[in-house]
């Protein structure tokens, strides 16, 4: 099992930058997949942005590519989301979420962290 807490989120200008950060608990933070997510009120939960067990391989939701980053570090238990170019629309709650497999559908993922809330003013 993984436990995962995110942290880094707050209020932002429009045009500003975030950075995101998931820390892991375990030995076995290698062994999965990392995602992000955000949730806006009132709409669903949305795929943001994924990377692969060694940080190889990344993919972002159309409404981020370009903007927001994914890395990770495997020795630091711990993966970011940079965000740059923030609009009022990324605001939401953003969660971290972890599995074994890769993908970018929310069901892929079995484990989640309870959210960093990320609001950008206009």
């Known amino acids: 099992q993984v436990q995962l807490v995110e942290s880094g989120g707050g209020l932002v200008q429009a045009g500003g930058s975030l950075r995101l950060s998931c820390a892991a608990s375990?030995?076995?933070?290698?062994?999965?997949?990392m995602g992000w997510f955000r949730q806006a009120p009132g709409k669903e939960r949305e795929f943001v942005a994924a990377i692969t067990l060694s940080g190889g391989m990344s993919y972002y939701g159309d409404s981020v590519k370009g903007r927001f980053t994914i890395s990770r570090d495997n020795a630091k238990n711990t993966v970011y989301l940079q965000m740059n170019s923030l609009k009022p629309e990324d605001t939401a709650g953003y969660y971290c979420a972890a599995d074994p497999k890769f993908g970018y559908v929310r069901s892929t993922y079995g484990y989640w962290g309870q959210g960093t809330q990320v609001t950008v003013s206009s």
């Open positions: 375990g030995r076995t933070f290698s062994t999965y997949a």
